[in-house]
T-cell receptor, first 111, second 113 residues
């Protein structure tokens, strides 16, 4: 399977703390993306990082990419209760139009 | 602006019955279209993707099929549902060439009984 893996599977933190989740993948990629999913809903795109980039920021989000280790991390700073959701990484291959999603990290932010 | 529609939102079907889920996109042309399935508490499994009318690529051999009769319409079908077909089905689109972000529909919750 080309599906990636997120780590940890579940994360529970207090409001105001930072949340870090990791993603590992198996194949060469064109870019890697992070998505958020609230329970029972569709996914929402958060941020995209290209294979030639190492770090990217968007608001309270910081993404890093290490293509030599085939891994990425998503940092959410100063978390809020509204950040409670599942977070998925997705890789896009160079050879086609396929998106491969990881298994997800379930984040709970306690007010 | 672009919008993506999926219907129905929920569906309960008996084993052996047929299935048809529809997805339509508005506000863009020649999108890449995708069907995913998500089991409870799990990640997304790519089922089918399409880069144009009548062009369907299957990722996983299974009991399902997909068709794209129009540029912005993507249909997921089955002739006979299995219990293992239960799950949350998501349709998504991305810009052609597929190197950009995906936009997801609200999903269909399918329960096969």
């Amino acid at each position: 399977s080309q599906q990636g893996e997120e780590d940890p599977q579940a994360l529970s933190i207090q409001e105001g703390e930072n949340a870090t989740m990791n993603c590992s993948y198996k194949t060469s990629i064109n870019n890697l993306q992070w998505y958020r999913q609230n329970s029972g809903r569709g996914l929402v795109h958060l941020i995209l990082i290209r294979s030639n980039e190492r770090e990217k920021h968007s608001g309270r989000l910081r993404v890093t990419l290490d293509t030599s280790k085939k891994s990425s991390s998503l940092l959410i700073t100063a978390s809020r209760a509204a950040d409670t959701a599942s977070y998925f990484c997705a890789t896009v291959t160079n050879t086609g139009n396929q998106f491969y999603f990881g298994t997800g990290t379930s984040l709970t932010v306690i007010p | 602006s672009q919008t993506i529609h999926q219907w129905p939102a929920t569906l309960v079907q008996p084993v052996g019955s047929p299935l048809s889920l529809e997805c339509t996109v508005e506000g863009t042309s020649n999108p890449n279209l995708y069907w995913y399935r998500q089991a409870a508490g799990r990640g997304l499994q790519l089922l089918f993707y399409s880069v144009g009318i009548g062009q369907i690529s299957s990722e996983v051999p299974q009991n399902l099929s997909a068709s794209r009769p129009q540029d912005r319409q993507f249909i997921l079908s089955s002739k006979k549902l299995l219990l293992s077909d239960s799950g949350f089905y998501l349709c998504a689109w991305s810009a052609h060439r597929g190197r950009y972000e995906q936009y997801f529909g609200p999903g269909t919750r399918l329960t096969v009984t």
